[in-house]
């Protein structure tokens, strides 16, 4: 956004926000799809919600630790 023309301003804010809710709704459907697949109980308990609740951290842990690094790559190239 710091390049972008200052009449181009309002149309680069919108794609950023889409870009943003889009990415929100992505995450949700997988890590949702990630839930339930997890939870494959014909009969639900509160044990297998407790596994696929389990299940599903990892899942997120590891989706943050890869944008972590993925921001440390980042700056790391722009030191050089």
């Not at 459907?29 to 044990?47: C, I």
């Amino acid at each position: 956004m710091a390049t972008v023309r200052r009449q181009d301003a309002v149309d680069a804010a919108g794609v950023l926000v889409t870009a943003a809710q889009l990415g929100l709704l992505t995450g949700v459907a997988v890590f949702g799809a990630v839930f339930l697949g997890a939870a494959d109980d014909t009969v639900p308990s509160a044990g297998a919600s407790a596994d696929a609740l389990w299940v599903t951290c990892v899942a997120l842990a590891g989706a943050a630790l890869c944008g972590a690094l993925m921001s440390l790559v980042r700056r790391v190239g722009h030191l050089r």
